[in-house]
């Protein structure tokens, strides 16, 4: 009998799989990343307890363009900062990402915030521009032109926050207690240069990220960087506390009760 695909794989297949996944060169991306100061009670407002808010009011907005052997991916990632106990980070409140092999392994394995959308990534010259967008809107545009050189920082880590659930069968809540996970990236950059310029957030109903204003512009960077990631269970949270945030993920939250016709299948 012809091999079955949908059928069970053995378990040498399956170590195969893990020991090739294990392996992997490092991958560089091609990214512009934007910081500034926002609105310290609208970045409190948007983060779901027990994450709370650093002594700054910080958003760092990331658009990359990913070298993956076989096809470029476009990433984004619009996040706040926040802390855990004694760990700070960054809370993202929206990933978008142009392929769904990138968005199904985060979503389903971290609980990372990731939908299909468009991510673009320009450089004319010394002209630059990063755009993220979705049901076409460009709810985020990062713009401007190169104005130096930056030194190499040394490679570094940083803690992303993601909260991974299960909408419950029934529509009540959840199948089981969320989960707070922190993600450790480890990143390497050999390029770096300032972009003298401004951000532009665009009015979306699906990605409200103009809710989050630039009060006070930091940094925008251009570079190519790697990282790598792990990440573990922090602790179990509050279905109750929770709740409240779970549109975050959704463009609509009555999607989750979606189901087929009756009939249909």
Not at 101 to 112: M, T, Y
Not at 164 to 177: H, M, Q, T, Y
């Amino acid at each position: 009998m012809a091999r079955v695909r949908y059928g069970a794989r053995t378990e040498a297949e399956t170590a195969a799989s893990r020991a090739a996944s294990s392996k992997l060169p490092d991958i560089w991306s091609t990214g512009v990343v934007a910081v500034w100061e926002s609105d310290p009670d609208a970045v409190a407002a948007v983060l779901p307890p027990p994450l709370k808010p650093t002594a700054r009011p910080l958003v760092r907005v990331g658009v990359s363009k990913v070298d993956l052997p076989g096809y470029p991916l476009g990433a984004g990632s619009f996040a706040v900062a926040a802390a855990h106990d004694d760990v700070e980070g960054w809370y993202p409140l929206v990933m978008p990402m142009t392929h769904e092999r990138a968005l199904i392994g985060g979503r389903e394995v971290f609980g990372e915030p990731k939908k299909l959308g468009e991510v673009t990534v320009e450089r004319d010259g010394l002209v630059v521009r990063g755009v993220l967008a979705r049901h076409g809107i460009a709810f985020v545009e990062v713009r401007g032109a190169v104005s130096g050189a930056l030194p190499l920082p040394e490679p570094s880590r940083k803690t992303d926050f993601y909260f991974k659930f299960l909408p419950a069968v029934d529509g009540s809540g959840f199948d089981a207690d969320p989960v707070l996970v922190h993600c450790v990236r480890n990143e390497k950059v050999r390029r770096l240069e300032r972009v003298t310029g401004d951000v532009v957030l665009r009015e979306s109903m699906y990605d409200p990220v103009a809710d989050l204003p630039v009060r006070r512009l930091l940094e925008i960077t251009i570079g190519e960087k790697t990282t790598d990631q792990r990440g573990w269970v922090a602790e179990r949270v509050s279905a109750q506390a929770l709740l409240p945030y779970i549109h975050q993920r959704y463009d609509d939250p009555r999607q989750i009760l979606d189901g087929p016709p009756e009939g249909s299948v």
